[in-house]
């Protein structure tokens, strides 16, 4: 798709709506998730598995309970058979009660709670292990949230993120140091983990946040004003209290290439300006200049739309007409690096990457990566150009898809009706009006789908294909 077939012009995006109502994963589905980590953990060998999980990093850990630490640190101790047992703090005790959705023995273990909180009530973390059967002979895998290679350690199963004194207690309990190893990538592998890959259920509760997460963004774009303050204009995104899966972003002037929280700074004529929304499910970014047209740019980068925006929205348009199941991500990788080998601007980090409850899971779209994407994937077009003169800032259309075939496709159709309804009516929009042409199994889960306004006092003026 060349730079010369975009074009800036007039574009009326639709009313796609927001969800009447709340998707969720069922309990069976849970135990299902269990039921297959427990198979995985015998074809490699482990007895055990610890699920590490706090406020931060607690997706590991819901993805096979429904439960996240709200305020202090939890840990599953999965073993082959058996009830899992849930490790949870002070005040994650009754909340666990109310939301997890496995068969499970719940304990209080209170060195997970805050300080200055009781502490006096629980069993050593060493004697609930040996309960467990976590004792010599035994091989336990740890899941955090990151896994690592051999340019951080020279034997990366040892390479271990919770926190050292669980991973001290478990090797003292086995008696190995090996035994303990780092089995992350059974959930974030970016090809093969198990939250990689997604039910119709899950990909449902993901267009929920994204839709809202979207629908932020596209509000704010709508009511960019000078004098208007970066906290003025997040209010017009009406975030409803669902989780956040990252800070707001809004800043603009010199703050705007930066991943800061907005202040009480008011928004001034010629601004650059980024905004971020995140969900659970999905994040929607965009940037751009606090302009009406080119006129209001400094003289030197008046020419900001055709110089950067066109070629990047060229590449964007690139990136959705060839993403599907059975590419590879160095395919993706490959296309999007000669598409800007030409132009005055480079990809900041891969063009995109899984996405879950966690903004960021992994990512398979890295120069001659050889990972299939494939269905039931959510993924983000994540295109970020760090231009080499900074004065022309940057330009995003960051938003979130899903691959699903024809099974899946029809599930999610049946089963979330809404849901799909919005699908479609977003992939007739993208065809029709911007024309850009998606495979038939992506779907769209954003409510400003592909839309770019780089002026953003001219909300009516968007980037679309010239077919």
Known sequence: MPAHDIELTE???????????????????????????????????????????????????????????????????LGQTGHPRLLVGNEGFDYAQKVVEIEHTCTLYQSFSLLGQWRDTSSPLRMILEDEGIEPGKRVGTVGWKSYDVRENPHPPTCIEIPAYIVDILREAVGERRAVTNAGDLFTHPETGFRITNSADQLAVFEFGATFASQGIRNMTEQVEPGKTELAIVEEARLNGLPLSCHPVVNAGPRAPQLGSPRLRAVEIGDPF???????????????????????????????????????????????????????????????????????????????????????????????????????????????????????????????????????????????????????????????????????????????PAVLRPYLLSPHLALRVNR
């Open 11 to 77: 574009i009326a995006v639709p009313d796609f709506g927001l969800p009447a109502m709340q998707p969720s994963v069922s309990a069976q589905e849970y135990t299902q998730r269990v039921a297959q980590v427990r198979t995985r953990m015998v074809e490699e060998g482990l007895t055990h598995l610890i699920v590490y999980g706090d406020r931060e990093h607690f997706v590991n850990l819901m993805y096979l309970t429904g439960f996240d630490p709200r305020f202090e640190e939890a840990m599953l101790i």
């Open 274 to 448: 980024m905004m971020a929304i995140g969900l659970w499910g999905g994040l929607s970014a965009r940037a751009g200049f606090v302009v009406h047209n080119e006129s209001e740019l400094p003289i030197s980068i008046q020419d900001y739309v055709e110089v950067i925006v066109k070629p990047y929205y060229a590449a964007a348009v690139a990136w959705y007409e060839t993403i599907g199941i059975g590419v590879t991500g160095g395919e993706i990788y490959t296309l999007i690096e000669e598409m800007l080998a030409d132009h005055p601007f480079r990809m900041a980090l891969n063009p995109g990457h899984a996405i879950h409850l966690d903004e960021w899971v992994h990512s398979g779209i890295y120069p001659r990566s050889t990972c299939r994407l494939s269905s039931g994937m959510a993924l983000q077009l994540d295109i970020i150009p760090m231009c080499d003169d900074e004065a022309y800032f940057t330009i995003n259309v960051e938003d979130g898809i899903a691959l699903a075939d024809a099974s899946l496709r029809s599930k999610l159709s049946e089963k979330h009706p809404e849901t799909w309804s919005r699908i479609q009516a977003r992939r007739q929009f993208m065809h029709d009006t911007l024309g850009i042409h998606l495979k038939e199994e992506v779907l769209p889960f954003s409510n400003m």
